[in-house]
């Protein structure tokens, strides 16, 4: 199996790939292992990501994108509303800090409309960032490498305000805050943030 992070092994497959103008290049020096990561222990494996060659009873595949989530924690986690701070990490090296006010399930679906670029015959209808984040996974995954998501779930916070004269909670989006904070000392620790991290909110630096 080549070292899909020497990439003077990599540089020539990515440059005869349909899709190369969407997939980043992993550079080797700001890769953080899981394993040592400093704040680790706040996350979980929450879903693996995969090929999707799933088939239909027909023969026919059953969706057009080439990628997917699978979840490993319950549905009462993956599905509702609420607050994370995950890591993608490809053979076992932390590659993003990302974070979400929606939910891991809406996050990632939205990750699968980088689908939707020309290259792929499709409107292009998608953002930069989720049309580089999938490519870049479709990329690696192509490659044989072992991609997972990692999170962790945020406390909720309450702010009691009043609103028309009453008293009501108020839930907090915090997640912004704890992103910026997580990739700040990311950078401060290991020198650069992670190769897929392009900005962080500059309120919390």
């Not at 680790?40 to 595949?61: H, M, Q, S, V």
């Not at 800090?97 to 809406?106: A, F, N, Q, S, Y």
């Amino acid at each position: 199996m080549i070292n899909i992070f020497d990439n003077t092994t990599i540089k020539p497959i990515w440059e005869s790939c349909q899709t190369k103008n969407w997939v980043k290049l992993i550079t080797t020096n700001n890769l953080v292992d899981l394993d040592t990561f400093n704040n680790k222990d706040y996350f979980k494996l929450t879903a693996n990501i995969i090929r999707d060659n799933e088939i239909k009873p027909n023969g026919l595949k059953a969706r057009n994108t080439v990628i997917r989530f699978v979840p490993t924690i319950s549905k009462e986690e993956w599905e509702p509303k609420s607050e994370w701070i995950y890591l993608i990490v490809i053979n076992n090296k932390i590659v993003k800090i990302g974070g979400t006010r929606t939910g891991l399930k809406e996050r990632c679906a939205s990750y699968i409309c980088g689908h939707h670029i020309p290259e792929r015959g499709k409107s292009g209808d998608c953002s930069k960032t989720n049309g580089f984040i999938y490519n870049t996974l479709d990329f690696y995954l192509e490659q044989g490498a072992k991609i997972e998501l990692w999170g962790y779930q945020l406390p909720v916070t309450t702010h009691k305000a009043y609103v028309l004269g009453e008293e009501i909670d108020i839930i907090v989006q915090t997640y912004h805050a704890y992103e910026t904070k997580m990739m700040e000392n990311f950078k401060s620790t290991y020198g650069e943030y992670p190769s897929l991290n392009d900005n962080c909110d500059p309120d919390y630096k």
